[in-house]
């Protein structure tokens, strides 16, 4: 073999190499649209995203551990919380606030918002008792206590679902009860009892869980309680309607379900 072709050989392979290098560089748009995909998504499949999630007073403690759960689960996803009474929250998506997704403590709130949200979804379950003050000191223990007027009874606002599933069983029981206070939400009238500026009040059964180091929880049995529903739904004016989707029907797994039991919530 002569040199010259040898020389020529190798001359015709370095060109070629030249030329593919930059191809390889580039790769196609089908490569990098998948790079893309694969750099904002967890190992989930469910694209990474910072949800905001507005849900009821009652679901604070319990959704603070549900959202640690959540973004364990999903890596480069963060949740938070904005919490309020259900009718506070219904007047926010209202007025626009940026949120994607919203949970409340009842259904006829929920449904007042259909042209706002997606499909809801009901995911727990609650009750009511009577909070006293640590030890029961006015020793309560059924809903006609309620009426005494010289107990000081703090309950929510009728516009509350906690104010309204009040007012049902004690309308029901025909009891007769002059509140010193309408709280706002239901961990409005727990913080009156839990600091001894009310001798009762109505709340959720989780609601009182949460203090039983201040307060004392008498049942309601089941004939004359009411139960609340949770449902919750993605947020129409989202722009991580995937995430908000995921994150939402999420809280039907065994996983959320199991927390949610854990904080004493019923399952839907």
């Not at 809801?120 to 020793?139: D, F, M, Q, S």
């Not at 606002?157 to 309408?182: H, N």
Request: with cysteine.
């Amino acid at each position: 073999m002569s040199l010259a072709f040898t020389r020529r050989r190798t001359a015709a392979a370095i060109l070629t190499a030249a030329l593919l290098v930059p191809l390889a560089a580039c790769g196609s748009d089908d490569d990098k649209k998948d790079s893309g995909a694969d750099a904002n998504a967890s190992a989930t499949g469910v694209p990474k995203a910072d949800l905001t999630v507005l849900a009821a007073s009652s679901l604070t403690d319990v959704f603070k551990t549900a959202g640690a759960a959540y973004e364990k689960e999903h890596p480069g996803t963060k949740v938070r919380f904005s919490f309020a009474g259900s009718q506070e929250l219904a007047a926010q998506v209202k007025q626009g606030a940026p949120a994607d997704a919203l949970v409340t403590a009842d259904t006829k709130t929920m449904d007042g918002l259909k042209s706002d949200t997606g499909t809801p979804a009901i995911i727990a379950k609650n009750r009511l008792v009577i909070a006293t003050g640590k030890g029961n000191p006015e020793k309560i223990d059924d809903l006609k206590d309620l009426s005494d007027t010289k107990l000081k009874v703090v309950l929510a606002a009728p516009e509350v679902p906690v104010g309204r599933y009040s007012k049902q069983i004690l309308d029901a029981q025909k009891i007769a009860v002059k509140p010193v206070s309408q709280e706002p939400n239901v961990r409005a009238v727990l913080s009156k009892v839990e600091l001894g500026e009310a001798d009762a009040g109505l709340v959720y059964k989780t609601d009182a869980a949460t203090a039983t180091d201040k307060v004392e929880a008498v049942d309601i049995p089941d004939a004359r309680n009411a139960v609340a529903s949770y449902p919750a739904a993605t947020l129409k004016t989202t722009k991580n309607s995937e995430a908000a989707d995921a994150f939402v029907k999420w809280l039907s797994t065994p996983e959320a379900q199991r927390i949610l039991a854990d904080a004493g919530f019923q399952r839907p």
